[in-house]
């Protein structure tokens, strides 16, 4: 099977733009999660989507948000775009709520530069 | 409070040596999952291996072993016979909430490992 695939892999901004990251999850995985990741902050939780519903969600302000499509195919969306947002953007995906083992399998990760 | 809690921000072992990595929890939950990954320079995190908050028997993958101690709630990562390629960053992670469905996920700070020739 192919695993989680994320595009682009990098990207540079600047402030005030907005940005859309894409995530391909495994095959037949439903549930998919962002995170973001800083040298600050560690790894943090943005939010997790299943059968196209946002089933839960961490403590980030609402210029970041995300749509899952019925392929399952996922996108993130940044508007506003902060120096702060400079991060490394990891999608994982997994078949947590499928009634099978919940392990997440992240992609590569999408690099964010904003200048 | 910290839910995941790995007191280790960096650590050396010897090539061929074991070493183990240090990882404790914070949960109420009665059915959670723990997970290692590891992220080498290139950022992809990779999954290592899992213990379900059920499983009696100590996880193992090859050469990775996870020691779980749930009285004591700490999930060590005992990697066996340490080879230069093991040198990244290790995350110990919790899945809490299958039962309420609210699926969260949380990861430790790290621990960063340096395999020496």
């Known amino acids: 099977k192919a695993g989680v695939t994320q595009t682009p892999r990098y990207l540079i901004k600047t402030r005030g733009q907005q940005v859309t990251l894409s995530c391909s999850p495994i095959s037949g995985h439903r549930s998919v999660s962002w995170y973001q990741q800083t040298p600050g902050q560690g790894l943090q939780f943005l939010f997790e989507?299943?059968?196209?519903?946002?089933?839960n969600k961490g403590n980030f302000p609402g210029r970041f948000s995300g749509r899952q499509f019925s392929n399952s195919r996922s996108e993130m969306n940044v508007s506003t775009l902060e120096l702060g947002d400079s991060a490394l953007y990891l999608c994982?995906?997994?078949?947590?709520?499928?009634?099978?083992?919940?392990?997440?399998?992240f992609g590569p990760g999408t690099r964010l530069t904003v200048l | 409070a910290q839910k995941i809690t790995q007191t280790q921000p960096g650590m050396f072992v010897q090539e061929k040596e074991a070493v183990t990595l240090d990882c404790t929890y914070d949960t109420s939950d009665q059915s959670y999952g723990l997970f290692w990954y590891k992220q080498p320079s290139s950022g992809e995190m990779i999954f290592l291996i899992y213990?379900?908050?059920?499983?009696?028997q100590n996880a193992t993958e090859g050469r990775y072993s996870l020691n779980f101690q749930k009285a004591r709630k700490s999930a060590n990562l005992v990697i066996s016979a340490s080879q230069l390629g093991d040198s990244a960053m290790y995350f110990c992670a919790m899945r809490e909430g299958r039962i309420s469905g609210t699926y969260k996920y949380i990861f430790g700070t790290g621990t960063r490992l340096k395999v020496l020739a």
């Open positions: 994982a995906s997994s078949t947590l709520g499928q009634g099978e083992t919940d392990t997440q399998y």
């Open positions: 213990q379900g908050s059920y499983d009696e």
């Open positions: 989507y299943f059968s196209e519903t946002q089933r």
